[in-house]
């Protein structure tokens, strides 16, 4: 994983910004870590964007028991950035559960002024998983955008103890039938125990449990501690751990594909269901393979978190996602290998 100075930038300049224009797409929210996004812009791309357009969610949860509290963050980070960024942002205002309708008002803006195809470059820092689903099937299908550009910002710290409750559990991706004698449950594994445990209630009954453990992170042992006691629930379903570099999504891909999937290849009656719990990029890889192979996608929804959720930034992680065509019939998304990764610049 090449780590790119601030000098290398022209490196991030030619990947991201070239052929097609390039439509920037940042969400704004309570974590201070999504004016990380319009930091870079700002003072890395300032050339690059002058005359692109520049678009954010503007996300709040109604339903949330902290909503005012994150409405007053949002706002305030609302105010930072019209004051400190010079930048022309046009806003969708929506709510949590909304990924449908948002994104496809954000598109039907885009396509109603470029005729000619362009390409995304979208911010995944507080973009809820559910949007990021949401851009990856449309995606799929445009005509007119070829490559889209990850961007994700790690937060200094996480609000301690980290409160997330009032968990919605759906899936997000119906994927192919679940009516197989054996269903196996594919998790990478995250702080909250709770969104295990109700996910895996959600698809019951299941004949196996294949844990991902985000590795190596300072976090792994408290992962592995808080998911404990839940998976000791369903021990006799629990197999072989998988230990995955936490920003490494081609990797969990490539995992996914030959040392998961692969052994099932000739069984009849197996049905999977991903469970993205862990960092987003390791959800992006699983949206990835499961837009790809059309298989279930299981997510237990938070709608309450304790603001503020995080602090600051620190590092920053670009990846590419691009369209091949297979048979000349099926589009398959492809995260491109290399991933860039960088400090803020000061």
């Given at each position: 994983?090449?780590?790119?100075?601030?000098r290398?930038?022209?490196?991030?300049k030619?990947?991201?910004?070239?052929?097609?224009?390039?439509?920037?797409?940042?969400?704004?929210?309570y974590?201070e870590r999504?004016?990380?996004?319009?930091?870079?812009i700002?003072?890395?791309?300032?050339?690059?964007?002058k005359n692109q357009?520049?678009?954010?969610?503007?996300?709040?949860d109604?339903?949330s028991?902290?909503?005012?509290?994150?409405?007053?963050f949002?706002e305030?980070?609302?105010r930072?950035?019209?004051?400190?960024?010079?930048?022309d942002?046009?806003t969708i205002?929506c709510g949590?559960?909304?990924?449908?309708?948002?994104?496809?008002?954000?598109?039907?803006?885009?396509?109603s002024?470029y005729?000619?195809?362009y390409?995304l470059?979208?911010d995944?820092?507080t973009l809820?998983?559910?949007?990021?689903?949401?851009?990856?099937?449309?995606f799929?299908?445009?005509?007119k955008?070829e490559?889209i550009?990850?961007?994700?910002?790690t937060?200094?710290?996480?609000?301690?103890?980290l409160?997330?409750?009032?968990?919605?559990v759906?899936d997000l991706?119906?994927?192919?039938s679940?009516?197989?004698?054996?269903?196996?449950?594919i998790?990478?594994?995250?702080?909250?125990d709770?969104?295990?445990?109700?996910?895996i209630?959600?698809?019951e009954p299941?004949s196996s449990?294949?844990?991902?453990?985000p590795f190596?992170?300072?976090?792994?042992?408290e992962?592995?501690?808080?998911?404990?006691?839940?998976l000791?629930?369903w021990?006799?379903?629990?197999?072989?751990?998988?230990y995955?570099?936490p920003y490494?999504?081609?990797?969990l891909?490539?995992?996914?594909?030959?040392?998961?999937?692969?052994?099932?290849?000739?069984?009849?009656?197996?049905s999977?269901?991903?469970?993205?719990?862990?960092?987003?990029?390791?959800?992006?890889?699983?949206?990835?393979?499961?837009?790809?192979?059309?298989?279930?996608?299981?997510y237990?929804q938070?709608r309450t978190y304790k603001?503020?959720?995080?602090?600051g930034?620190?590092?920053?992680f670009?990846?590419?996602i691009?369209k091949?065509?297979?048979?000349?019939?099926?589009t398959?998304?492809?995260i491109?290998?290399?991933i860039l990764?960088?400090?803020?610049?000061?």
């Amino acid at each position: 994983m090449p780590f790119i100075q601030i000098r290398d930038m022209d490196k991030i300049k030619n990947i991201v910004f070239k052929e097609k224009p390039v439509i920037i797409v940042g969400s704004i929210s309570y974590e201070e870590r999504c004016l990380a996004f319009f930091d870079v812009i700002k003072k890395l791309f300032s050339q690059e964007v002058k005359n692109q357009d520049i678009y954010a969610f503007k996300i709040i949860d109604d339903e949330s028991q902290y909503r005012d509290q994150a409405r007053e963050f949002t706002e305030r980070n609302f105010r930072k950035l019209v004051e400190n960024y010079t930048l022309d942002i046009k806003t969708i205002n929506c709510g949590l559960m909304e990924e449908e309708r948002s994104v496809k008002d954000l598109l039907d803006k885009i396509n109603s002024q470029y005729d000619e195809g362009y390409n995304l470059f979208v911010d995944l820092s507080t973009l809820p998983r559910r949007f990021l689903l949401e851009i990856l099937k449309k995606f799929r299908l445009s005509k007119k955008t070829e490559k889209i550009t990850i961007f994700y910002s790690t937060p200094v710290s996480y609000q301690q103890p980290l409160l997330v409750r009032d968990l919605v559990v759906q899936d997000l991706l119906q994927g192919r039938s679940l009516g197989g004698s054996e269903r196996i449950a594919i998790v990478s594994l995250g702080l909250n125990d709770t969104q295990l445990k109700i996910c895996i209630e959600h698809i019951e009954p299941i004949s196996s449990i294949i844990p991902i453990v985000p590795f190596p992170s300072t976090i792994v042992h408290e992962v592995l501690y808080r998911n404990d006691r839940h998976l000791k629930r369903w021990i006799d379903k629990v197999r072989e751990f998988k230990y995955v570099h936490p920003y490494n999504p081609s990797l969990l891909v490539e995992i996914l594909e030959k040392d998961i999937i692969k052994p099932y290849t000739n069984i009849k009656n197996v049905s999977f269901s991903l469970i993205p719990l862990s960092t987003k990029v390791q959800a992006l890889a699983m949206f990835v393979y499961g837009i790809n192979n059309n298989i279930n996608i299981v997510y237990a929804q938070p709608r309450t978190y304790k603001v503020p959720y995080s602090y600051g930034y620190n590092k920053f992680f670009i990846y590419q996602i691009s369209k091949d065509s297979i048979g000349g019939a099926s589009t398959w998304l492809k995260i491109d290998s290399g991933i860039l990764t960088g400090k803020f610049p000061k």
